[in-house]
C-alpha cells in the first residue's frame, strides 16, 4: 500500500476508553490525513498535518486530536471513545509540489467498533 | 463550505453494459477533481482532472469535466465483474491541500 501502515487494522473496545489509531509512512511526504467512512457519508476529514507539529482540524474533528512528532508518524486519539465514534478510519499521505500534488495516496484503514 | 455531490448513490447493471456515474461540486476557488475506486479495502486513484486536463481516458474508463457545469462523469464501457466497487469523486481547492468527498456511487455488475 505505498508505504502506509496503519494499526490496528481492527479494533473493538468499549464506550469512554481511549483509543489511539496510528500511521506510518515510508514515503517521507509532507502532507498526512486522516479521514473517517461511514454509509451514505464517503470519506470525511477529520484532522490533517502538514508538517511535524503541524496540524489542522477537519470537518468532523469533534471527539479526535491528533500528534505527529515525526514525519513518518501521524497518531488519532479518541479520548473517550463513543459509539458514533464506529467507523472504518483512513489514513491517507500526499506530497504537494509534484505534478500529482492532490493524488492522495489511502492505507489499507483500521476497523473501530465501540461497543 | 466546499460540497461534492455524486448520483447515483448506487446503480446495479449487467455485464456488458455502459454506464454514466455523475459528480457535482461547490468549491471556492476550484483547483481540481479526482476518481476514486474503492473495492475491499483503501480507495486507488483512477483520474485527476484540472483546467488544463478536462479529460481522461484509461481503457474503458473516461472521464470529463465541465467547469461551466461544475460536475464531473465517470464512464465505464463494456463493464466486467470486476467493476463492481464504490466509486468516489473528490474536489480540491486552491487554497488547500486536502479533498473533499462525495457520498460515493456503489456500482454493482451482475454476470
Known amino acids: 500500500d505505498a508505504g502506509i501502515t496503519q494499526s490496528p487494522r481492527h479494533k473493538v473496545t468499549e464506550t469512554g476508553t481511549p483509543v489511539t489509531l496510528r500511521c506510518h509512512q515510508t514515503e517521507n511526504h509532507r502532507y498526512m490525513y486522516w479521514y473517517r467512512q461511514d454509509p451514505g457519508h464517503g470519506l470525511r476529514l477529520i484532522h490533517y498535518?502538514?508538517?511535524?507539529?503541524?496540524?489542522d482540524k477537519g470537518e468532523v474533528s469533534d471527539g479526535y486530536s491528533v500528534s505527529r512528532s515525526k514525519t513518518e508518524d501521524f497518531l488519532l486519539t479518541l479520548e473517550s471513545a463513543t459509539s458514533s465514534q464506529t467507523s472504518v478510519y483512513f489514513c491517507a499521505i500526499s506530497a504537494p509540489g509534484t505534478s500529482g500534488a492532490n493524488v492522495l495516496t489511502f492505507g489499507a484503514g483500521s476497523r473501530l467498533t465501540v461497543l | 463550505e466546499d460540497k461534492v455531490v455524486q448520483s447515483p448513490l448506487s446503480l446495479v447493471v449487467h455485464e456488458g453494459d455502459t454506464v454514466t456515474l455523475n459528480c457535482s461540486y461547490e468549491v471556492t476557488n476550484f483547483r481540481s477533481l479526482l476518481w476514486y475506486k474503492q473495492e475491499k479495502k483503501a480507495p486507488t486513484f483512477l483520474f485527476m482532472l484540472t483546467s488544463s486536463g478536462i479529460e481522461k481516458k484509461s481503457g474503458r474508463l473516461s472521464s470529463i469535466l465541465d467547469k461551466k457545469e461544475l460536475s464531473s462523469i465517470l464512464n465505464i464501457t463494456a463493464t466486467q465483474t470486476g467493476d463492481s466497487a464504490i466509486y468516489l469523486c473528490a474536489v480540491a481547492d486552491q487554497g488547500a491541500q486536502k479533498l473533499v468527498f462525495g457520498q460515493g456511487t456503489r456500482l454493482t455488475i451482475n454476470p
Open positions: 498535518s502538514y508538517g511535524v507539529k503541524d496540524t
